[in-house]
Structure formats: structure tokens, C-alpha cells
């Protein structure tokens, strides 16, 4: 199967503060990539969904000037958490799908994000 | 897009069968039937896709009756790797939006 790369896959930051994560394709063109949060315990919550070259279409209730979404080219999309307060610590995934691999979503490993 | 019922929970133990059922009454005719595997902290693995009959590949089984509106995973011999939280979806193939149910914790025991 396909290869969906998460970085990083932990990070801490002070509340205020920007953190951005990476979601690439290794191995295959992702013309769609999915944005997902989860909370311990809890399953996972579509947050966005964006494709190369345009604006992310975002969930209701996730607001879209605090989760920025980017996907310039077909192996990378980011998501970067704005004035991150403690609230904003959840787990983040990303899952992409493309090419031939359009039949079924790859997901990343997951970025553990504490908000302090 | 189409909801999902699955358990909550379920235990078993090793070398034994497990088989879960998920309900998806709504299915629609373009959707596909897919099941993930979770570990905790770490991101759903695809295990298998299905539209109709059955489908097995090198790890699980799905079975899908013929009106579609539920399915079964089944996963043959666990062993204590297999506890994991599995999802059962159902959405397009194309563009796959997949839009996460509860899932099932399953427990494997010794």
C-alpha cells in the first residue's frame, strides 16, 4: 500500500503560539488529503477536507482561520493551529488518497499535539 | 454519507475468531464498505474494502449480504496484537470522505 508520512509526530508548545504539521505521500500523487482530530478515547473527527491547488472545504464548526489548511502541490498538504491554546491539544491525522490509489484512504502516523 | 452501528466492545482470546458486525442501513448504491484497524496513538491502517458477497484478503474476511446493509468483519486466530479499535465505513470510493463511527475496542486476551 501507499505511504502517508506525518512530521512531527509530537510536539509541544506554549499557548499563542503556531504549530504547523506536515502530511506528504511518499510514493503516490495525493489529488485529496484529509484533515482528522481525535480526542482520547474518542473517535476520529473529520476536520477538513483539501485538494491540490485549492481552498480546504472545512466541517461545521471548525473554524478556518484558526486550523489553516495548505496543499500546494500533490504530495504535501499542512495544517497549521493558529494562537494554539490548551483546548487544541488533540491528536491530529492526516489521510490522503490519489492515483491509483483511489479506491481507499491512507492514513499518517498522527501528530500528538500538547498545548501548555 | 451513510451512519454506521457497530458494538462498543468486544473481548476474545487468542487463537479464536472474532467477527464483528456493523449496521449500515443507509447505504447508498455508489458506496463502499471499508474497515480500519487503530492502535493507540497512531493513525487507522486500511484492513479490507468491500461492495458485495465477500471479500478476504491476507488478514480479514467481510462478508456483505446482498441488500448491503450490513457487513462483517471477520478476522481469523487473533493473537494479543490484534487488540485495536476497529472502524467500519461507508462512503464513495472516489474522493473518500470517510466519516468516522464509534468503532470497536476489541480486547484480545491470553
Known amino acids: 500500500g501507499a505511504v502517508v508520512s506525518q512530521h512531527p509526530s509530537w510536539v509541544i508548545c506554549k499557548s499563542g503560539t503556531s504549530v504547523k504539521i506536515e502530511c506528504r505521500s511518499l510514493?503516490?500523487?495525493?489529488?485529496?488529503m484529509f484533515w482528522y482530530r481525535q480526542f482520547p478515547k474518542q473517535s476520529l473527527m473529520l476536520m477538513a477536507t483539501?485538494?491540490?491547488?485549492?481552498?480546504?472545504?472545512?466541517e461545521q464548526g471548525v473554524e478556518k482561520d484558526k486550523f489553516l489548511i495548505n496543499h500546494a502541490s500533490l504530495t504535501l498538504s499542512t495544517l497549521t493551529v493558529t494562537s494554539a491554546h490548551p483546548e487544541d491539544s488533540s491528536f491530529y491525522i492526516c489521510s490522503a488518497s490519489g492515483g491509483i490509489f483511489n479506491t481507499e484512504a491512507f492514513f499518517g502516523q498522527g501528530t500528538r499535539l500538547t498545548v501548555v | 454519507l451513510a451512519k454506521t452501528t457497530q458494538p462498543i466492545s468486544m473481548d476474545s482470546y487468542e487463537g479464536q475468531e472474532v467477527n464483528i458486525t456493523c449496521s449500515h442501513n443507509?447505504?447508498?448504491?455508489?458506496?463502499?464498505i471499508t474497515w480500519y484497524q487503530q492502535f493507540p496513538s497512531q493513525g487507522p491502517r486500511f484492513i479490507i474494502q468491500?461492495?458485495?458477497t465477500k471479500v478476504t484478503n491476507e488478514v480479514a474476511s467481510l462478508f456483505i449480504p446482498a441488500d448491503r446493509k450490513s457487513s462483517t468483519l471477520s478476522l481469523p486466530r487473533v493473537s494479543l496484537s490484534d487488540t485495536a479499535v476497529y472502524y467500519c465505513?461507508?462512503?464513495?470510493?472516489?474522493?473518500?470522505?470517510?466519516?468516522f463511527g464509534g468503532g470497536t475496542r476489541v480486547l484480545v486476551k491470553p
Open positions: 443507509n447505504i447508498a448504491t455508489n458506496d463502499y
Open positions: 510514493d503516490f500523487q495525493a489529488t485529496t
Open positions: 483539501s485538494n491540490e491547488g485549492s481552498k480546504a472545504t472545512y
Open positions: 468491500g461492495y458485495k
Open positions: 465505513l461507508v462512503g464513495e470510493a472516489a474522493g473518500n470522505k470517510l466519516t
